[in-house]
């Protein structure tokens, strides 16, 4: 009879388990990282999956088809004060008192826009049955689309001709 041995051998893989395959959703893979092939895949043909990392920078426009279209009002541009004179140093003590602001709610900005124009018009008897201005300002000849079309536009906050001190000046 024939006798059969079996030898029990230990394997030993120099393979990874995964086979290279690894989850790139559970750790951040940067511009700098990964592979020569995988850097000009992204470079060409950008994975959705894999965002190009902008390392915190805002971006100035954006991508049509493989044209890039600069925006003007999103490049950033840095107003600085003359301070020439000015007799201020550039410390503030931690002993000075914390001021605190509540939040700037609608309420607030109807009272800083309207509510004294509408005060001055009830007193003189400048406004109709139905509440309104005899002698509109600017602001309140406007209707709800063209106010709404006014907050919308691009950089409508920022780049303002005029300061908010004398757009008061004008309501009352």
């Known amino acids: 009879m024939a006798s059969v041995f079996l030898t029990i051998q230990r394997g030993i893989s ?18 700098k990282r990964g592979t020569r092939e995988f850097k000009e895949r992204q470079r060409y043909n950008p994975d959705p999956d894999i965002p190009i990392h902008d390392r ?12 890039f279209v600069l925006v003007p009002e999103m490049v ?14 550039p410390y503030v003590s931690y002993r000075s008192t914390r001021v ?11 009272n800083a826009i309207y509510a004294k124009k509408i005060n001055i018009d009830f007193k003189n008897g400048k406004l109709d049955e139905n509440g ?10 406007l209707t709800p689309q063209q106010a709404l079309d006014l907050a919308q536009k691009t950089g409508s906050d ?3 001709q005029e300061k908010p001190a004398e757009l008061l000046d004008k309501v009352q």
């Open 14 to 31: 120099t393979t990874a388990v995964a086979s290279g395959k690894k989850n790139f959703r559970k750790f951040n893979l940067y511009n």
């Open 56 to 67: 915190g920078t805002r971006k100035i426009g954006y991508k049509d088809g493989d044209n």
């Open 76 to 89: 950033p541009e840095l107003i600085v004060p003359n301070l020439e004179g000015c007799e201020l140093k």
């Open 158 to 160: 920022l780049f303002q």
């Open 100 to 110: 605190v602001q509540s939040k700037f709610t609608p309420r607030d900005l109807f």
């Open 132 to 141: 309104n201005s005899l002698e509109p300002s600017e602001f309140e000849s």
